[in-house]
């Protein structure tokens, strides 16, 4: 059974429900958000939440700070510009999941520069974690194709930030050991290997630095003909390691149109697979997907977190065209930014009831939305957590959504 918390408050608000569902902690995880695209390498502060080691430099430092920065690698980059895919300046292969990777140079033998240089990616968490807690962390690499050296113990280190003031973001990082490492010599270059273990936090972690935190000496290694071990990432996720999968509640949705199931928002890259309910082979992965039925569908989530395996399941009814009175209030409802700090969108109520209330049942924002984006000021809002409510006046239907003011 899912983990039900019920807030009492919250239940003369609308029935709402909050599940100890799946959160992942790491911010664009999939590094599909972006500032901009890519156009040379060392770029991979264009991703939203996302730095080098040393998150004071940007383009137009001096050398050898330019050889501390992964690349950024985005479908919206051009072909000529080397940081698009399948085919980029040190690789042939495509995100592990949707539009967005990045490339890091995780070994050099300094044959070419005379010294050894290591790239290390660095994001910031939504929140620091809970001393005490137990946190699962995952992600994902896959060899370059262009570069020959695979190596072993690429890791994970999660702590307050304090590696960032190292002056020297190009040397591998020996006085650090990461919570999370590989032992085994990765060297696949088709298929994407997951990365996971899990940890007990101290309460200061704000900060996830992916990265080879061993020296030259101590890394076990398979030599081709270049100097470098180049690794892409995808799909990062430290989410605590008593959470259990989340399908979503149950929605409506009208032929041929598409709703997401699944957590209501930073779903990108959790270790979780989805299939109609029954079957065998994988229809998606992630926290959060996006589904069209063509008639009603049972579907089934599974998560893998760190070898505890929960399940859920989520149905998506679907009415015929021209039927009135039976579809979902907010079946397609997307609440986005979420945290938030001004500006809150929320897509597909048009013609609903929109409201917004505070943890004591307070009603802080109400409104009918005539539109099929409604955007509402949350900048006047206290920070913390909030409920939006969308009632569909035809069928009587309605949604709630959490949604957190930063």
Known sequence: MKKLLIINVLLFICACTYVQAQINLVRNPGFETHTGCPVSNDQIYLATGWNGLDSNWTLGGTYPALLCLPEYINGCATHSSGQSFPDGAYWYQYPRSGNG??????????????????????????????????????????????????????????????????????????????????????????????????FTANGTEKFITIGEFFDTGHISKIRGTSGMGYYLVDDVSVIASDAVAYGGPDVWVGSGHSTYIGVDSNGDGMPCYWYVLGGTTPIDSGGRIKVTPSATTTYEVVMDLCGVVTRDTVTVHVWAVGVRGVRGAGSEVQVFPNPAVGLLHVEGAEGCEVRVFDVVGREVYGGFSGTNEEVIDISGLTSGVYVLRVVDPISGQQVCRRVVKE
């Open 101 to 198: 990777m990045t490339g890091c140079r995780f070994y050099h033998d300094g044959s070419s520069l005379g010294y050894p240089v290591f790239d290390y990616l660095q994001g910031r968490l939504i929140h620091t974690l809970v001393a005490g807690q137990s946190y699962c962390v995952t992600f994902y690499v896959n060899r370059g194709l262009g570069t020959d050296y695979a190596i072993n113990n690429i890791g994970a280190y999660l702590d307050g930030g304090y590696i960032d003031t190292t002056v020297h973001c190009y040397s591998p990082q020996t006085e650090y050991t990461p919570q999370i490492l590989e032992t085994a010599i990765i060297s696949d270059t088709l298929n994407w290997i997951k990365i996971q273990g899990s």
